[in-house]
C-alpha cells in the first residue's frame, strides 16, 4: 500500500530486521534475560516504526505501531506461567 518495490533493497532490510525482532528463542527461561531481549526487540521495532514513517511508509507504520503492544505477550505471559492459545496446541 506504500508503493515500495517488492524485493527491493530497502523492503529487504526492513523486512529482516522485522523478522530478527520478531524472532524468540524459546530455550531462553531466565526471567531477567528475557525482559533484557524484549526491551531491545521493542527499542529496534521503534528504530524500525521511525524508519518506515522516514521513507513515507505510513501503512507499514501504522500496522507495525498497531502491532506493538501485543507483538511480545506470549513470551512475557510465559514469565508468568500463563500460555497462549497457541502454546496449548
Known amino acids: ?3 515500495v518495490k ?3 533493497r530497502e523492503w529487504i532490510c ?4 522485522l523478522l530478527e525482532i520478531c524472532a ?3 530455550y531462553v ?3 531477567k534475560v528475557i525482559r533484557q531481549m524484549v526491551r531491545r ?3 529496534r521495532l521503534s528504530e524500525l516504526i521511525a524508519y518506515c514513517r522516514q521513507e513515507g511508509w505510513s501503512h507499514c507504520a501504522t500496522y507495525l505501531d ?3 503492544p501485543d507483538l511480545f505477550t506470549d513470551v512475557l505471559n ?3 506461567g500463563k500460555q497462549s492459545a497457541w502454546w496449548r496446541g
Open 78 to 80: 510465559r514469565l508468568q
Open 1 to 3: 500500500m506504500d508503493g
Open 14 to 17: 526492513a523486512l529482516a530486521e
Open 29 to 31: 527461561d531466565e526471567e
Open 66 to 68: 498497531n502491532a506493538a
Open 24 to 26: 524468540i528463542r524459546s
Open 41 to 43: 526487540k521493542e527499542e
Open 6 to 8: 517488492r524485493k527491493s
